[in-house]
């Protein structure tokens, strides 16, 4: 199991990385899909140790909001492109002051 939680804290920070060092959108966006997948992971690693299902069930539920969330999330990157024709989040200042 240790190895399981080693590669979803790995994969938590390699998102957390790309989330803090990157700054084009659509590279946020997947570093956002990768930690959100290294929680899941997580999830099931533990559910698994602890011999309970609960694990699985919530990584379902997560998964099925995370497909909701990327259906969003990227109709808002593509409107923002057609908008703005950049996908760089330093550019983008829509709700700046």
């Known amino acids: 199991m240790s190895y399981f939680v080693g590669l979803s804290a790995l994969l938590f920070a390699i998102g957390a990385a790309g989330v803090l060092l990157r700054r084009n959108v659509i590279v946020i966006f997947m570093s956002i899909e ?18 309970s299902m609960d694990g699985q069930v919530i990584v379902f539920f997560v998964m099925t909001v995370a497909a909701a969330e990327a259906a969003v999330g990227l ?20 709700m700046r002051w």
Request: glycine content about 6%.
């Open 34 to 51: 990768i930690m959100l997948n290294a929680v899941n992971l997580a999830f099931v690693a533990l559910g698994r140790r602890l011999g």
């Open 75 to 94: 109709a808002i990157i593509i409107s923002i492109f057609r908008n703005r024709e950049t996908v760089n989040a330093d550019e983008l200042n829509l």
